[in-house]
């Protein structure tokens, strides 16, 4: 093993996995092993709504039944408030920062664009309040803190970065997603500046995950410039969908592991059934997660990622 490559497992413990967050946790751990590199596990548990321990729990045991284990870790990002203050500090200081009074339904305005991720591109309303406004509205009511992205004609607010699956990429910061949070109103550090400080702290080097965030990954990497940090690679897989053509999401929970768990063998043909979407195991075939690794490969992956991944319910394998 060597620290190379260092991938992660990034899970949020807001339910049981589904085959779709397997999936990318698969393609992650496998472009790792494959590269004979390290894998790190993080807890994503800043949300104390959104979280629970018992899914954590869970979380874990389910990775180890599939065979997909970590080098380090579990960090848990609830613990990590430290590090992110001082991130948050770092960019205060380059005067990049600034709080934010607008409510929900002001950002959610019905004129104003949206970014591909559906988050409405801020149109900077309190991007230049006077000290002595900011002093009324925090009386109020608390702000949240937005980063300023460079106007969209300075090209250092143009971010371009090659997905290993995806390809090319390219985000104008202004145009497409404006100035983002690190921080929300009620105090919850905002997921784009903990993950870029976690994935740097913890030395990853490949990030690998569900193509639901290629569209934040443009924000990251402003932020690892910014904060002076290396860019890691990116590479994002393909989202499965239920036969009925819905997103896989933690709701379903016949589409989740728990379900799999009680209802099938073992874990290799889950595996199977996920490495087959992407032309890395026969259909129907059954496959352990070690088994994988030296079939792994970023071309074939690719290959197969145009069409659509359907992930059947464990009631119809037959
Ligand atoms: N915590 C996120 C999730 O569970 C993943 C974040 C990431 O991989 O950057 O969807």
Same mark, same amino acid.
């Given at each position: ?134 002093? $009324?509205? #925090? %009386? /109020?009511?608390?702000? &949240? ?6 106007? @969209? =004609? ?118 199977? $059934?996920? #490495? %087959? /979407?992407?032309?890395? &195991? ?6 352990? @997660? =070690? ?28």
């Amino acid at each position: 093993m060597d620290d190379t490559v260092v991938g992660r497992f990034a899970p949020t413990p807001s339910g049981r996995m589904h085959a779709g967050n397997v999936f990318s946790a698969l393609m992650a751990w496998l472009d790792a092993r494959s590269a004979n590199g390290r894998m790190v596990l993080r807890i994503e548990d800043l949300d104390p709504r959104a979280s629970n321990p018992r899914n954590t729990e869970l979380l874990m045991d389910d990775l180890r039944w599939l065979g997909l284990d970590w080098d380090e870790g579990p960090y848990f990002q609830s613990r990590r408030q430290e590090v992110y203050r001082e991130a948050i500090h770092a960019l205060d200081e380059q005067g990049l920062l600034y709080p934010c009074f607008c409510t929900r339904a002001e950002l959610h305005a019905a004129s104003a664009p949206h970014a591909s991720d559906g988050t409405p591109v801020y149109a900077g309303t309190c991007r230049d309040l006077s000290a002595d406004e900011v002093a $009324r509205r #925090a %009386a /109020l009511r608390a702000p &949240a803190t937005r980063v300023r992205v460079p106007p @969209a =004609d300075d090209p250092a607010g143009t971010i371009e970065f090659c997905d290993l699956v995806y390809g090319d990429q390219r985000e104008v910061l202004a145009r497409d997603c404006g100035d983002f949070l690190v921080q929300r109103s009620d105090a919850v550090i905002a997921y784009q500046l903990a993950v870029v400080v976690d994935d740097a702290l913890m030395g990853v080097t490949h990030v690998v995950r569900g193509q639901d965030l290629l569209s934040s990954s443009a924000r990251q990497i402003y932020l690892q410039h910014v904060l002076g940090y290396e860019n890691p690679t990116y590479a994002h897989v393909p989202l499965l969908v239920a036969s009925d053509g819905r997103r896989l999401s933690k709701r379903d929970r016949d589409l989740d592991v728990g379900y799999v768990r009680a209802h099938d063998n073992g874990p290799q043909r889950l595996l199977g $059934r996920l #490495a %087959a /979407l992407v032309g890395l &195991a026969q259909v129907g075939e059954s496959v352990s @997660a =070690d088994a994988l690794v030296e079939r792994f490969s970023w071309d074939v992956v690719r290959a197969h990622a145009a069409k659509t991944c359907i992930f059947t319910k464990v009631a119809d394998w037959g």
